[in-house]
């Protein structure tokens, strides 16, 4: 898929098709005997509906005109009680259907984000992350109404309309015919707006979709924009995002407006006809009663109508939208368990890189024929320039992406013969990117080992040096963090981070910009523990600040899709290569500062 941004719109990847309307009626097995019932009570709704004109025949032919008053208390009497019954029945249909809908809605996203989890990070690197949010909370919640009231409704209006043209055609097969003289207009006209209708709700969720992603990223970025003071700026684009959604949002409603006074003013002149004919006696041949009565079974017949229209549209409306969910639940995630994967068993942290090559996108390498051997208990530093393919090292030995040739081994194993889960229990990540979810300091660093105890996490923030700081807070361990940690330092976070990485106890620790944001004092004590962290482990390690990484058994210089160099410290510095450059620099800068 092509790369995908705030301001421009996602082109759809699988057109909607009849199967997905099936899908979608999929997700009402599970609750079959609940719509049995709701089915059944339907139907009694209907049948006492239909009582009505039917009675109301009666009593105009047969109980006036003979004065029989014993008759016409009878039918009084008895539609009364149905009436009660009816009222019961819609009570029951309207809170039920309410629950059904909403526990479909459920379901729908509970599989969608459990469908996210499971995707691989390229499908997260193409898109702006409003554009998916908008699937899981916006798209589901439009097809509320839809599944909580109209997808029953109309079952149930297919169901009254059944019975009424069981009535119309006992009591007049021609004037029931005459009903449908203008069905043909009907069709015609709702093929047409349907077409234009869809194509309209296509564009207003890409219009959606884009203003999503554009306050979800102006949201992420608030501290960005107003140290450049960019706040005018952004206003205005956010206007013209705004103004592009309401545009075709108003566009779109104009055109769904169109059915429902079609289908009135379609019913009102058959009724008209009706009239015409029946007064006319243009072929028939009914009493008055009747006539009435036949009248009140073409509105009965006729109303349906015009609920199915509107359900029509808001199906249409909803396609749009199922579209995009049903294409999100459609992505196969690139990375999976082969079908004979198994359960990797403890390791030892023997990592081989065996003539890898590799690259984001076919046509730009990032490697080409990589091998390296790493021993278990090792601790590999990764330096090189920017964009090299440093994190990418460590992106592989997850398996956050698969090689395009090669193989990476574990213990002998090639991790893509493992399942990743038990792949990635034994190792603990820590990525650049720190991140910390809202919640109490505790839960944040048992994030990773849920059964963790409390003096557990207590002696992982203590090797990482984060002990101190965190007994000081308000509530200590049990202070709760914003959205992000906002309220913490950038070297808190990282501690932190850090403090749930070790907790993990991993076989294999990755450590990307581990110490970036710490203080050269805290760094200092922060390297204690890390020295008893990483014994018996074996560690890869990205730093740009080269002094933590003096220690490392060997360091690999990356530059030009290859290592370059590789060895300890002080054999990198003794050839006077691109290593002893690097270090020379960055030694000089801290001279001058």
Same mark, same amino acid.
């Given at each position: 898929?092509?790369?995908?941004?705030?301001?421009?719109? %996602?082109?759809?990847?699988?057109?909607?098709?009849?199967?997905?309307?099936?899908?979608?009626?999929?997700?009402?097995?599970?609750?079959?005997?609940?719509?049995?019932?709701?089915? @059944?009570?339907?139907?009694?709704?209907?049948?006492?509906?239909?009582?009505?004109?039917?009675?109301?025949?009666?009593?105009?032919?047969? !109980?006036?005109?003979?004065?029989?008053?014993?008759?016409?208390? +009878? #039918?009084?009497?008895?539609?009364?009680?149905?009436?009660?019954?009816?009222? +019961?029945?819609?009570?029951?249909?309207?809170?039920?259907?309410?629950?059904?809908?909403?526990?479909?809605?459920? $379901?729908?996203?509970?599989?969608?984000?459990?469908?996210?989890?499971?995707?691989?990070?390229?499908?997260?690197?193409? *898109?702006?992350?409003?554009?998916?949010?908008?699937?899981?909370?916006?798209?589901?919640?439009?097809?509320?109404?839809?599944? !909580?009231?109209?997808?029953?409704?109309?079952?149930? $209006?297919?169901?009254?309309?059944?019975?009424?043209?069981?009535?119309?055609?006992?009591?007049?097969?021609?004037?029931?015919?005459?009903?449908?003289?203008?069905?043909?207009?009907?069709?015609? #006209?709702?093929?047409?707006?349907?077409?234009?209708?869809?194509?309209?709700?296509?564009?207003?969720?890409?219009?959606?979709?884009?203003?999503?992603?554009?306050?979800?990223?102006?949201? !992420?970025?608030?501290?960005?924009?107003?140290?450049?003071?960019? %706040?005018?700026?952004?206003?205005?684009?956010?206007?013209?995002?705004?103004?592009?959604?309401?545009?075709? +949002?108003?566009?779109?409603?104009?055109?769904?407006?169109?059915?429902?006074?079609?289908?009135?003013?379609?019913?009102?002149?058959?009724?008209?006809?009706?009239?015409?004919?029946?007064?006319?006696?243009?072929?028939?041949?009914?009493?008055?009663?009747?006539?009435?009565?036949?009248?009140?079974?073409?509105?009965?017949? +006729?109303?349906?109508?015009?609920?199915?229209?509107?359900?029509?549209?808001?199906?249409?409306?909803?396609?749009?939208?199922? %579209?995009?969910?049903?294409?999100?639940?459609?992505?196969?995630? %690139?990375?999976?368990?082969?079908?004979?994967?198994?359960?990797?068993?403890?390791?030892?942290?023997?990592?081989?890189?065996?003539?890898?090559?590799?690259?984001? &996108?076919?046509?730009?390498?990032?490697?080409?024929?990589?091998?390296?051997?790493?021993?278990?208990?090792?601790?590999?530093?990764?330096?090189?320039?920017?964009?090299?393919?440093?994190?990418?090292?460590?992106?592989?030995?997850?398996?956050?992406?698969?090689?395009?040739?090669?193989? #990476?081994?574990?213990?002998?194993?090639?991790?893509?013969?493992?399942?990743?889960?038990?792949?990635?229990?034994?190792?603990?990540?820590?990525?650049?990117?720190?991140?910390?979810?809202?919640?109490?300091?505790?839960?944040?660093?048992?994030?990773?080992?849920? $059964?963790?105890?409390?003096?557990?996490?207590?002696?992982?923030?203590?090797?990482?040096?984060?002990?101190?700081?965190? #007994?000081?807070?308000?509530?200590?361990?049990?202070?709760?963090?914003?959205?992000?940690?906002?309220?913490?330092?950038?070297?808190?976070?990282?501690?932190?981070?850090?403090?749930?990485?070790?907790?993990?106890?991993?076989?294999?620790?990755?450590?990307?910009?581990?110490? !970036?944001?710490?203080? &050269?004092?805290?760094?200092?004590?922060?390297?204690?523990?890390?020295? *008893?962290?990483?014994?018996?482990?074996?560690? @890869?390690?990205?730093?740009? *600040?080269?002094?933590?990484?003096?220690?490392?058994?060997?360091? @690999?210089?990356?530059?030009?899709?290859?290592?370059?160099?590789?060895?300890?410290?002080?054999?990198?510095?003794?050839?006077?290569?691109?290593?002893?450059?690097?270090?020379?620099?960055?030694?000089?800068?801290?001279?001058?500062?």
């Amino acid at each position: 898929m092509a790369q995908s941004n705030a301001r421009t719109d %996602e082109e759809l990847e699988q057109e909607f098709n009849i199967n997905q309307f099936k899908r979608l009626g999929g997700y009402l097995k599970p609750y079959k005997s609940a719509l049995i019932k709701i089915l @059944f009570v339907i139907l009694i709704s209907n049948i006492v509906l239909v009582l009505g004109p039917y009675l109301t025949s009666i009593v105009i032919d047969e !109980s006036i005109p003979n004065k029989d008053t014993g008759q016409m208390t +009878w #039918i009084i009497v008895f539609f009364s009680l149905a009436t009660l019954v009816g009222g +019961w029945c819609s009570r029951y249909r309207i809170q039920h259907i309410t629950l059904l809908g909403q526990d479909v809605l459920k $379901d729908m996203r509970s599989e969608i984000f459990e469908h996210l989890q499971k995707l691989s990070f390229s499908y997260f690197d193409t *898109r702006p992350h409003g554009k998916i949010v908008i699937r899981v909370v916006n798209y589901i919640n439009s097809l509320s109404d839809l599944l !909580s009231n109209g997808l029953i409704n109309v079952i149930s $209006d297919v169901l009254s309309l059944v019975v009424t043209l069981v009535f119309m055609f006992s009591i007049d097969v021609k004037l029931t015919l005459y009903s449908f003289i203008l069905l043909p207009v009907l069709f015609v #006209i709702t093929l047409v707006i349907q077409k234009k209708q869809r194509k309209a709700f296509q564009e207003v969720s890409n219009k959606q979709a884009n203003l999503n992603a554009y306050i979800h990223e102006s949201v !992420s970025g608030i501290k960005i924009t107003q140290s450049f003071t960019r %706040e005018t700026i952004n206003n205005t684009i956010f206007a013209e995002v705004s103004e592009d959604q309401r545009t075709t +949002w108003m566009k779109a409603v104009k055109i769904q407006l169109l059915l429902a006074p079609a289908i009135q003013n379609i019913a009102t002149i058959t009724i008209s006809i009706i009239y015409f004919v029946g007064i006319r006696g243009l072929g028939v041949d009914v009493s008055t009663g009747v006539l009435i009565a036949f009248i009140g079974y073409v509105n009965n017949f +006729w109303n349906p109508m015009v609920n199915i229209g509107n359900f029509y549209n808001s199906l249409i409306t909803g396609t749009a939208y199922l %579209e995009r969910i049903f294409e999100t639940l459609d992505v196969e995630p %690139e990375i999976t368990d082969a079908e004979d994967a198994f359960e990797m068993p403890p390791v030892k942290g023997d990592v081989v890189f065996n003539d890898v090559t590799f690259g984001y &996108t076919p046509k730009q390498t990032i490697f080409e024929h990589l091998s390296f051997h790493v021993k278990p208990g090792e601790t590999i530093a990764l330096v090189g320039p920017t964009g090299a393919g440093k994190s990418t090292v460590i992106n592989l030995i997850s398996r956050f992406y698969d090689v395009n040739d090669g193989e #990476i081994l574990i213990d002998g194993m090639d991790i893509r013969n493992v399942t990743l889960n038990s792949l990635r229990n034994q190792m603990g990540v820590m990525l650049q990117d720190t991140f910390i979810f809202s919640g109490t300091i505790l839960d944040n660093i048992r994030y990773g080992k849920l $059964d963790a105890t409390e003096e557990e996490v207590m002696e992982a923030a203590k090797i990482v040096r984060a002990h101190e700081f965190i #007994i000081n807070m308000k509530d200590g361990y049990r202070t709760v963090i914003k959205e992000r940690g906002s309220t913490l330092s950038a070297g808190q976070r990282q501690l932190i981070s850090f403090a749930r990485t070790l907790l993990s106890d991993p076989k294999v620790l990755i450590l990307d910009e581990a110490t !970036s944001s710490i203080d &050269t004092q805290t760094e200092i004590i922060l390297q204690e523990g890390l020295d *008893r962290l990483l014994e018996g482990r074996t560690a @890869f390690i990205i730093a740009h *600040r080269l002094s933590t990484i003096k220690n490392s058994s060997r360091i @690999f210089y990356i530059a030009d899709k290859k290592i370059q160099e590789s060895g300890s410290h002080d054999e990198l510095m003794a050839q006077k290569g691109l290593y002893y450059e690097l270090y020379k620099t960055q030694f000089d800068l801290l001279q001058e500062i």
